[in-house]
């Protein structure tokens, strides 16, 4: 069983469209993540969320809205797709994200182009 | 402004060797740092955690290194293999326990 799952793996879309990535981590851990991966390979934190309550939105567009229906599900929406928004996008979960050991276990990735 | 850079963005030694990656900091006072590995087309996978009061620590042919006066942790890998071709990322905790990653070194093992 893939502890941290998201999907789709692959996401190719236009310009000005609307796309959903979803995660799912069956480790039972309270916390999830969003990162964004750029094409030089750097890792931002997008979003936190523990236990269904955002606790870390660093700066990103509100185009970028994640919705936490149960604390094993973290979905990432996008609006009105950019050129600038093509990265690999990875979900993350750790068992407390309050703590500041905050190990965290990632997805596979969904790599996302915008032509 | 707060920085985490790893010196090498590649590094290529020779299987056997002693492969050392630097990852240096600035502005941060993080409780911990960590290592990670990432693989082509998969996500970082966590190796290991150093506190900041620990000199050292250890797993099978790791070691990783903190000093905090130096802002600065080394991550060995002994008798290096190929399949330890990777790209590996520090990361330490900022505000609001974030994980803040490095830029990264892609580590290549020569057989």
């Known amino acids: 069983d893939t502890a941290v799952s998201q999907t789709p793996k692959y996401l190719v879309t236009q310009m000005g469209n609307d796309k959903s990535i979803k995660c799912e981590q069956n480790l039972g851990h309270d916390t999830m993540y969003w990162y964004k991966q750029d094409s030089k390979k750097f890792l931002k934190i997008m979003f936190s969320?523990?236990?269904?309550?955002?606790?870390i939105n660093e700066t990103v567009p509100n185009r970028f809205s994640p919705k936490s229906p149960d604390k094993a599900h973290l979905n990432l929406h996008i609006n009105s797709l950019e050129l600038g928004d093509s990265a690999v996008y990875f979900c993350?979960?750790?068992?407390?994200?309050?703590?500041?050991?905050?190990?965290?276990?990632f997805g596979a990735g969904t790599r996302l182009s915008v032509l | 402004s707060q920085k985490i850079e790893q010196n090498s963005e590649a590094l290529n030694i020779q299987e056997g060797k002693t492969a050392t990656l630097t990852c240096n900091y600035t502005?941060?006072?993080?409780?911990?740092l960590q290592w990670y590995r990432q693989d082509p087309g998969r996500g970082p996978v966590f190796l290991l955690l150093i506190r900041e009061n620990e000199k050292e620590k250890r797993k099978e042919r790791l070691k990783v290194t903190f000093d905090t006066t130096l802002k600065q942790s080394l991550f060995h890998i002994t008798a290096s293999q190929p399949a330890d071709s990777a790209t590996y990322l520090c990361a330490l905790t900022g505000g609001a326990n974030n994980l803040f990653f490095g830029t990264g070194t892609r580590l290549t093992v020569i057989p």
């Open positions: 502005n941060y006072s993080p409780a911990y």
């Open positions: 993350a979960s750790s068992q407390d994200g309050r703590s500041s050991k905050n190990i965290q276990y």
């Open positions: 969320y523990n236990n269904k309550e955002l606790i």
